[in-house]
């Protein structure tokens, strides 16, 4: 099993920036991919971003791609994601996510979900 906690979320102005941490416990090893989605209300839940935890690697949705950074930290075993330029549009609840294997663009093939942690923009 493996636990994944977000924190970093909160109300911010429209074109200010935000970092998110995910911080996964457990069963956790370099053969796991992490990801991130948000969730606007009444809508579905997306990807934004994932990286491979050993290599490094990083993939983004085209929606976001220029406005946000995803990281890792091996040593506290959280991963990182860096939002620019807010915008009204963006406010969701954020998910972090883990797989193993390949990286995936698909919440529903990943195993691991936070709690989510909520963003607000305000104009």
């Known amino acids: 099993q493996v636990q994944l906690v977000e924190s970093g979320g909160g109300l911010v102005q429209a074109g200010g920036s935000l970092r998110l941490s995910c911080a996964a416990s457990g069963r956790t090893s370099r053969s796991y991919v992490m990801g991130w989605f948000r969730q606007a209300p009444g809508k579905e839940r997306e990807f934004v971003a994932a990286?491979?935890?050993?290599?490094?690697?990083?993939n983004y949705a085209d929606s976001v791609k220029g406005r946000l950074t995803i990281s890792r930290d091996h040593a506290k075993n959280t991963v990182y994601l860096q939002r620019n330029s807010l915008t009204p549009e963006d406010p969701a609840v954020y998910y972090c996510?883990?797989?193993?294997?390949?990286?995936?663009?698909?919440?529903?093939?990943?195993?691991?979900w936070g709690q989510g942690t909520p963003v607000t923009v305000s104009s």
């Open positions: 996510a883990a797989r193993r294997g390949l990286q995936a663009v698909s919440p529903y093939e990943y195993d691991y």
């Open positions: 990286i491979s935890w050993s290599g490094g690697s990083t």
